[in-house]
């Protein structure tokens, strides 16, 4: 694993079964031709590289690379171990018996199982939003909530792009001015390296998984590509949980609570468009602003307007 070269290089792969994985991404949510398609997004390393440059190395600028830490919960296995077998067991083992509301999680704490990082969280994109879905940790779903209220960070790039966003430092240098207040408040709670990784295809983007490291620096070749497998498999279970497709249409009920609080969100919009006579981004960036300065969330401040427990008032 340490001698891989650093890099966005993802590739595709599956296994068959209910949570199959990638192979089973088929129709709206692509296929692995899809997949070879995509391009990644270099945060620190300037611009982006594109799968078809992935053998010619790296892509415009350079990454610095810093010593990996010590992992012993890294179970990818080793360089020569088919990879996607071992996602694949791993993803099913972590998922085999679980609810449909305890699913997601459950492929977060998988993920961390994986790959050389702490924490993962998963949200879902409505009307341009995130709103966070599940965690493998309380500081995974703090910095999930944070990327929605601000509007901005690795997570939201990564949905707007569609593209794998690779912030390897957030400490200093590009990725540390591309998203500041993201940066600080992420470094303040312990993080240093974000990877968010598209679910969904090359042209529909459901959300994202958000992968946070404790320490500077990048993933290699291989890795990109399990973090890769690891999204796509949460994007098929997503749309399978969604679709009712494995337990009947009653298992979508455990949808009803992200999405009672977007429509919470947008008719605070509303509502606040009328208060204080502007357009729709205007009330959603005060919306967002009010939340950051109360140490709130967007949806816990839109849940205040619409039930008249807060008004925004003209300057």
Known sequence: MHGDEPGPSPGSGGEAGAFAGPDNVSGSFGT??????RTTEREGGGGRVRRDERDRGVGRGRETRHPREAHPAHEAGHAGEPDQVRVSDVLAEGARGAD????????????????????????????????????????????????????????????????????????????????????????????????????GNDTVCVGTLDLYRDVPGG?????????????????????????????GPADDLWLSGLGKAHDEVYQAVGM?????????????????????????????VAHDVVWHLKRFDRD
């Not at 939003?129 to 910095?143: E, N, T």
């Not at 070749?221 to 009712?244: D, F, K, N, Q, Y």
Request: net charge negative.
């Open 219 to 247: 993933l290699t070749r291989r890795e990109v590509r399990i973090a890769e497998l690891v999204a796509s498999v949460m994007t098929v279970a997503l749309t399978a949980l969604a679709r009712g497709q494995e337990n």
């Open 32 to 37: 692995p031709g899809d997949e070879s398609r």
């Open 100 to 199: 449909p509301a305890e699913i997601p999680g459950k492929l977060c704490v998988a993920a961390v199982r994986l790959l050389p990082v702490a924490d993962a969280s998963v949200s879902l994109r409505s009307n341009g939003m995130p709103v966070q879905l599940s965690s493998s940790s309380a500081r995974a779903a703090h910095l999930a909530d944070l990327q929605a209220t601000l509007g901005d960070g690795p997570c939201t790039s990564a949905a707007k792009t569609r593209a794998a966003v690779l912030a390897t430092d957030l400490t200093s240098g590009p990725d540390a001015d591309r998203w500041p207040v993201f940066a600080q408040q992420a470094t303040a709670a312990g993080v240093r390296a974000v990877y968010a990784m598209p679910l």
């Open 272 to 300: 606040i468009m009328v208060q204080l006579g502007v357009d729709s981004d205007e009330a959603l960036a005060r919306l967002r602003a009010d939340a950051f300065a109360d140490s709130r969330t967007a949806p816990e």
